[in-house]
């Protein structure tokens, strides 16, 4: 079948041949063909083209002017010309249409309509082959304006004739045309100096074309200088930014002139969305902390100002819920994570009962495990990772270093709750720099920890009631008119896809996992663990401290409170707690930061004391030297040198006796007061003993009489 309008191609001829189609009914169809300039209508039986048709050698094609323009897209002048050639062929085709498809006649049909609309006769058929030849309506009629000015291609020019318009506001008429040579400058410059992390400007780039390529250099007062050739002889910045732009790549600049971190963060293009990667509640949870734009006081005294807190969150990619939140001084580090995910598995009833906030279950349902964690590379690298692997069954997603785009819905959280924060909260962070005169805004600070914290729970209930804007949507979402609300979500999630929520019994078996792992040692003074000692009745009872001895066994422990020490078993649920010992008492409540400040302390002060201990371990060897040195020389004046070994050995005892009566002599206590004392009456010995004394042997008698009379001689001596 024949249809109106419609193009066809034949198959059988060597050279392309299109028709159209113009008029056509059961006898006599006609057609023009699509090439030419003036292309005019032929006539054909419509059942030879229909048999054409049937045997595959006419077929139907789609129309290659089949084009959609608004008039808002065109120019002034492409509507006129449209509009004049309009009413020359609206008028024609209506009235004279029969003529026209008559060979014999249509040339008075284009001679009348030439004299009536004060034209050539040849641009009448030019404006009706236009019109047959591409769609038969108004926009046939549209110049090929699109084809003119080889828009997107490049000329190759020759530096004799100046192409583009004269220069304005010079007397230089004429400069150079941009040829391939040139070209290759403006690339060099580009690559040499534009893209670099100094980042020049577009202008300063121009400038090292024109000193590397267009300036001589000369030496003044051995000073190297440049000297620009005439305006006539270089290319004008115009010119260079004009290139410039032309063969631009945004993503290259970007890379070498920031970095690829940079390009990926902030420029990057967006084509997907995190929600896309979930398949219901649980699927993705997102952490991160801030640090929150406000300054807070003691909770001791509001006079002193602590500084700001650290706020972490973790979100459902799904629902957006907040699932999990900490507010402290710890972090951002694995201590602040792990109080995070450990408020995540809490009943948050409970929990907001603590800050005095009484809530429904419905407002906060969340206390679950995911299945992924997607967390920085720096607080989920290492640490306790491997337990929440291995036990939770918890996948870790760490992003790359300075990626918070990977994170963006708790990034995007962070803001709207900092924004809030400042515009209300006193003590908050008003601008990046103060100026002078300005008030410090830390001055104003006046919420401790709990009543900021109590803020951020409401902040948090709030946004888990608050409609998502811009959020993606599901058709079964809409079918069942769902507001897009991160607690509508939860619900509608966990009812009506899979999602992957986990739920945990026992929340001390989470902390178990969370908290950090060492190493301890079995001693006899205890097992031993970062320089304390500890004990526990189990270590006690099955002898460990003399069976195990330097032996190492795997701990769990709180830096927090180095009070206790825990044992995990092998099921990954039970442990078996170790106490601080009495040895240790001294860091009883200690963080384990202080404890190990204490221990580097220590070290310090005996490495400062060391060279005055080993001073005064070498003058203690010198005296000691000295001593025996003196007492050496004085034995050698005083000792015969006839007297026999056998002679210097004997009478070792009574020679021990009599010295030690001569310091018991020289050791008594006289508590009589010297002054008030009465003369002392010296009492003379004489080598006679008394009737009452035994007589001891020779030598012992001669050998007191000498100690006596050396004893007398040293206490006239003394006096």
């Not at 409609?467 to 058709?475: A, F, G, M, N, Q």
Request: hydrophobic letters at 35%; one cysteine or more; proline letters at 4%.
């Amino acid at each position: 079948m024949i249809f109106y309008n419609q193009v066809y191609q034949y198959t059988d001829k060597e050279e392309e041949s299109r028709i159209r189609v113009i008029e056509t009914n059961s006898d006599v169809t006609y057609f023009v063909e699509l090439h030419g300039v003036t292309s005019m209508p032929k006539k054909a039986a419509t059942m030879d083209l229909e048999a054409e048709i049937q045997s595959d050698i006419l077929l139907p094609i789609p129309d290659p002017f089949a084009k959609s323009y608004s008039d808002k897209d065109l120019t002034k002048n492409q509507i006129r010309k449209r509009d004049e050639d309009w009413t020359i062929v609206s008028e024609g085709w209506a009235n004279l249409k029969d003529v026209f498809l008559n060979k014999k006649m249509r040339d008075q049909a284009f001679d009348k309509l030439a004299f009536q609309y004060n034209t050539s006769k040849i641009k009448v058929k030019r404006v009706f082959t236009r019109f047959w030849q591409r769609g038969l309506n108004k926009n046939a009629l549209l110049p090929d304006y699109m084809y003119s000015g080889g828009k997107g291609k490049e000329r190759t020019l020759t530096t004799e004739a100046k192409v583009g318009r004269p220069r304005r506001y010079t007397s230089l008429k004429n400069g150079i045309n941009i040829t391939e040579e040139i070209k290759k400058q403006f690339n060099y410059v580009i690559k040499k100096y534009y893209r670099k992390k100094a980042r020049p400007s577009l202008t300063d780039t121009y400038n090292y074309l024109l000193r590397e390529f267009y300036a001589d250099k000369y030496y003044e007062a051995n000073v190297l200088k440049y000297h620009v050739w005439d305006a006539s002889r270089i290319p004008t910045y115009d010119q260079f930014y004009y290139w410039f732009k032309k063969f631009e790549n945004p993503q290259i600049d970007i890379q070498l002139r920031h970095s690829s971190k940079e390009f990926e963060l902030k420029h990057r293009p967006i084509l997907s969305n995190s929600t896309l990667e979930t398949d219901g509640p649980g699927t993705r949870f997102q952490i991160d902390a801030t640090i929150a734009d406000v300054y807070l006081v003691s909770s001791f005294d509001r006079s002193l100002i602590i500084g700001r807190p650290i706020v972490y969150g973790v979100i459902d990619v799904y629902s957006r819920m907040i699932t999990g939140v900490y507010v402290g001084l710890e972090g951002p580090s694995w201590l602040g994570a792990m109080m995070a995910l450990d408020n995540m598995v809490m009943n948050k009833v409970e929990f907001c009962n603590q800050y005095d906030i009484p809530i429904g279950e419905s407002q906060w349902p969340a206390h679950h495990l995911p299945e992924i964690i997607i967390a920085d590379r720096g607080e989920f690298e290492g640490y306790s990772v491997e337990n929440l692997i291995n036990n939770l069954n918890i996948k870790i997603e760490n992003t790359t270093p300075y990626r918070g785009d990977l994170k963006g819905i708790i990034e995007r959280y962070f803001r709207t709750m900092n924004g809030k924060i400042k515009r209300m909260a006193p003590g908050s962070i008003q601008k990046e720099y103060r100026e002078r005169g300005d008030r410090d805004y830390r001055l104003d600070a006046s919420l401790n920890l709990t009543e900021f914290t109590k803020i951020i729970i409401h902040l948090v209930l709030h946004h888990n009631q608050k409609i998502i804007d811009k959020y993606p949507l599901e058709k079964e979402m809409m079918v069942d008119r769902l507001t897009a609300t991160p607690s509508n979500l939860w619900y509608w999630g966990i009812g009506n896809k899979k999602g992957r929520l986990q739920t945990v019994t026992e929340q001390n078996v989470l902390r178990l996992n969370l908290l950090p792992k060492g190493k301890a040692k079995i001693t006899r003074a205890g097992i031993r663990f970062k320089g304390l000692s500890y004990g526990s009745e189990k270590a006690l009872n099955e002898q460990w401290y003399l069976k195990y001895r330097k032996k190492s066994i795997e701990i769990v422990y709180d830096p927090r409170n180095m009070n206790q020490l825990y044992i995990p078993h092998a099921d990954g649920y039970n442990f078996d707690t170790c106490y601080l010992l009495d040895t240790s008492k001294q860091f009883k409540g200690t963080f384990l930061e202080e404890i190990e400040f204490f221990q580097e302390l220590r070290e310090e002060l005996k490495k400062e004391e060391t060279i005055n201990q080993i001073e005064n371990t070498i003058q203690i060897d010198a005296e000691i030297e000295s001593i025996i040195k003196e007492a050496v020389a004085g034995k050698k004046s005083t000792v015969p040198t006839n007297v026999s070994k056998s002679e210097k050995i004997k009478g070792i005892r009574v020679n021990r006796q009599a010295e030690k009566i001569m310091n018991r002599k020289l050791e008594n206590f006289d508590l009589v007061d010297k002054v008030n004392e009465k003369p002392t009456q010296v009492v003379e010995f004489t080598s006679k003993p008394a009737k009452s004394e035994t007589l001891p042997k020779k030598s012992n008698s001669r050998l007191m009489e000498k100690l006596m009379k050396k004893r007398d001689e040293e206490f006239e001596k003394g006096n």
